[in-house]
């Protein structure tokens, strides 16, 4: 159950910061995108969830859930980086 809270939040970092305020083209060129962003952040949520469990015993229910949502904003800005580096996506 930990981890599926851990994939939850992961998924939900991808969007953060900014998604309010970014204006999108309708309809959206590649709508796939947002799948895969979602996919990788909560694989993201997962492996920060994992790696920093020995430091978050005490944390709490917020320590994780907080844990697992930037860890998920930062597989997905990294990836969306990298891509952009690329010329693949911009």
């Not at 953060?16 to 999108?24: A, I, L």
């Not at 799948?35 to 969830?49: D, E, F, M, S, W």
């Amino acid at each position: 159950m930990e981890m599926a809270f851990a994939a939850m939040m992961g998924w939900c970092g991808t969007k953060w910061p900014g998604w309010w305020r970014v204006p999108h083209p309708h309809p959206d060129p590649e709508p796939w995108w947002d799948l895969a962003y979602g996919v990788l952040g909560a694989i993201g949520g997962i492996a920060a969830h994992s790696v920093l469990q020995p430091v978050l015993v005490d944390g709490g229910f917020v320590a994780n859930a907080a844990t697992s949502f930037f860890g998920g904003t930062f597989v997905a800005t990294a990836v969306s980086s990298l891509l952009a580096l690329g010329g693949k996506r911009g």
